[in-house]
Nanobody
Framework: QVQLVESGGGLVQPGGSLRLSCAASGSIAVVTTMAWYRQAPGNQHQLVAF???????NYADSVKGRFSISRDNAKNTVYLQMNSLKPEDTAVYYC??????????????WGQGTQVTVSS
C-alpha cells in the first residue's frame, strides 16, 4: 500500500501565495510521476501540474508562470508553490503519485485532498 498525505492548504487573499506538500509513504520501491489535480464545485477534475522522476514538469495553461511543482526524491515528497493566486484557483487540491511497490506492483495513489480558498 502507498499512502499520500497532503498539507498546506488554507485561505489566502487574491495575489497571495501558498505552498502545498504531499508525502508518499508505505511499501514503496520507487515513486515515478507525481502530480497535483484540483476540483472546484461544479467543475471537472483538472490536472494542474506533474513532475516526472527525472524532474520534467508540465503545467496547465491556467497556472503557467504562477505555480511551480518540485519534488524531493529522498523524501518521496512533491510540492506545489502557488503564487499570484486568483479566486478561480479556489478548489480542493489532490496529490497523485504513480509508484512501484516493494512487491513489484504498479500503484496509483491519491491523497485525501486539501482545500485552497482564494478570497478577500
Amino acid at each position: 500500500q502507498v499512502q499520500l498525505v497532503e498539507s498546506g492548504g488554507g485561505l489566502v487573499q487574491p495575489g497571495g501565495s501558498l505552498r502545498l506538500s504531499c508525502a508518499a509513504s508505505g511499501s514503496i520501491a520507487v515513486v515515478t510521476t507525481m502530480a497535483w489535480y484540483r476540483q472546484a464545485p461544479g467543475n471537472q477534475h483538472q490536472l494542474v501540474a506533474f513532475i516526472t522522476s527525472g524532474c520534467t514538469t508540465n503545467y496547465a495553461d491556467s497556472v503557467k508562470g504562477r505555480f511551480s511543482i518540485s519534488r524531493d526524491n529522498a523524501k518521496n515528497t512533491v510540492y506545489l508553490q502557488m503564487n499570484s493566486l486568483k479566486p478561480e484557483d479556489t478548489a480542493v487540491y489532490y496529490c497523485n503519485a504513480d509508484a512501484l511497490s516493494q512487491t513489484g506492483k504498479t500503484v496509483v495513489a491519491w491523497g485525501q485532498g486539501t482545500q485552497v480558498t482564494v478570497s478577500s
